[in-house]
């Protein structure tokens, strides 16, 4: 009995010196690196599918799209039987259509409705930032008699749906003619609009020291002089981030130039690629519209290029706090 009590101690401490030794500890890491970077292409191949697909449908001619195959692999590449409930997949067409992009950059209505995007665009972010940036100055750096009972009643305006407002919004508007005009959509944005945004700026400017603002003012520097030279240089992380939101916000919107514009030389590249999906068509030029979708989406990713290490500088600024 002894025995079997010292063979199975030895047995045990050997696994446990087995299993702990820096060879085998080296090996599992690796393992869980090499899962871990199978687990992260996969997720990026399933976000980069539709991607994928944006593209190669624009480069396909219309008798390709309407097969009753789904292309994801040059054709003749695998050969798989179509009959039964086995399709074969295929993304790149039999010869690239490039003229689907050089007949879109052809049309006039094209470059009017890119204009009026990034026009649109452009003003929503430099009103809202500037404007959401004065009233969190205010806010958070400055102490006045009922600043939180204001900054409560503000909130409050986020329990108020969109659609709730829209009907009121749009009498106002007519009212004083800034109907069939970008005005509905780019001047709001000068008055501090969205209540989230505010919020979200403000707790960002709440974690920075009020030291500095004292230093200013010792120095001799007015309160606009520490919102522009101090405040706004520090808060650059936040502020790109509500930059990202606003732009794709606003480079997506399709409700408020439907309802406001009501001109085709106002229309903008939402309007545009919606139009070309008409159900009278037949057959849809789908070809037509990814290709209008491809040129539609670089603004969004040449902004996220620029921005996304102010991504990062934003996560390792919130980790740090407190």
Known sequence: MASQTNI??????????????SGWRRSMRIVRKILLYLVLLAGTAFFLFPLAWMVGTSLKSIVEIQEPQIHLLPKGLIDINTDGPFVQIHLQPDAAQWRNYDKLLHEDTFYRSYFNSVYIAVMVVVGTISSVSMVDFAFSRLEWKGRGVVFALMMSTLMLPYQATLVPQYVLFNEIHWIRTF?????????????ALVFLLRQFMLGIPK??????????ASPFQIWWWVIMPLCRPAIATISVFLFVGQWNNLMQPLIYLQKPQLFTMPVYVAQKNNLQDSPIPWQDIMAASVLFVIPVLIVFIFTQRFFIQSVALTGTKG
């Open 183 to 195: 005005n509905p959509i780019t001047l709001p944005g000068f008055f501090a609009g969205g209540a």
């Open 211 to 220: 030291e500095l603002d004292e230093a200013a003012m010792i120095d001799g």
């Open 8 to 21: 199975w101690t030895v047995t045990s401490s050997r696994t446990y010196e087995l299993i702990h030794s």
